[in-house]
């Protein structure tokens, strides 16, 4: 079965204190945020998808970040424990809406450590970054909640950008796209394809050939066109400045049975 919902969180008033890690830190325009913000939203919503806001985490700089907060394979949800203590408490609000969706929810424990933006699933197949973020014991717990729903749990080392999202995600018939300089491992994928732009590597699946990509990728764009899939381009440059990507001001909820 096939949903189209998604959980989106809207950007506080803390957000150009979000962290970085990989980027040199920028001025961050919130007023500009937040404009992109509704318009990445409205992009969803043309595309059929149905939205689901998550109560705000004002507190927490980065909780507009909201993929990063849960896993969820078919009707089960895997609430993450980020990586940076800062976004810990990002996950209640989060826990609430998957469990309103009819997901049962899951949690990973101390020591674990995971960020859903290391998580990247292909069919059954789901790919998880061992990286800044999630450490070897939230790769275990990971593996014990989804293997027995017959998930394939592939760990995938990330060194060189702050998710295994940042570097890769898929096109719809799994391919795997990565800007090569970045990815730590290509060969670990079955079919994969280089983007020439690093923000070319993310694409959120719209449905059909529609591909939900960032405006700074435009040569990325050009090559899935060519491709035969069509790109939609939003302007994210506020949450780039934040080390954010289309994939993750998002959590998309396609396998959900209600
Ligand atoms: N999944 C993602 O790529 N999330 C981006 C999170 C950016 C945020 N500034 C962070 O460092 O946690």
């Known amino acids: 079965m096939t949903s189209k919902k998604a959980l989106i969180r809207r950007p506080g008033p803390r957000l150009a204190e979000g962290l970085v890690t990989h980027v040199e830190r920028e001025a961050v325009d919130t007023d500009l945020a937040f404009a992109q913000w509704r318009e990445y939203v409205a992009a969803l919503e043309s595309d059929g998808w149905e939205t689901y806001l998550v109560e705000p985490a004002d507190d927490c700089p ?22 940076a203590r800062s976004r810990r408490e990002e996950t209640a609000g989060v826990e609430q809406a998957v ?7 899951n949690w990973v424990w101390e020591p674990g450590t995971l960020d859903g933006g290391d998580v990247l699933k292909i069919g059954d197949t789901v790919y998880v ?11 275990q717990q990971l593996r014990a909640v989804f293997e027995p729903l017959g998930a394939r749990v592939v760990a995938v080392p990330v060194s060189k950008v702050l998710h295994l999202k940042s570097a890769v995600t898929a096109l719809p018939d799994g391919t795997v796209i990565g800007h090569e300089r970045l990815v730590d491992h290509a ?19 719209l449905g059909g050939d529609r591909l939900l990509m960032a405006a700074s990728a435009p040569k990325s764009a050009e090559l899935l066109s060519d491709l035969g899939y ?6 994210i440059s506020e949450f780039e400045k934040l080390e954010g990507c289309v ?12």
């Open 62 to 83: 980065d909780a507009v970040f909201v993929e990063d907060t849960v896993v969820v394979f078919r009707n089960v949800a895997l609430i993450a424990r980020p990586g």
């Open 99 to 105: 469990a309103r969706l009819g997901c049962s929810v």
């Open 129 to 139: 970054g061992r990286g800044g973020r999630t450490n070897a014991a939230g790769v």
């Open 187 to 205: 060969s670990l994928f079955p079919r994969f394809l280089p983007v020439p732009e690093e923000s070319g590597a993310h694409v959120v699946l």
């Open 230 to 235: 069509d790109p939609v381009l939003v302007d």
């Open 247 to 258: 994939t993750c001001l998002s959590v998309r909820l396609r396998e959900l049975y209600a």
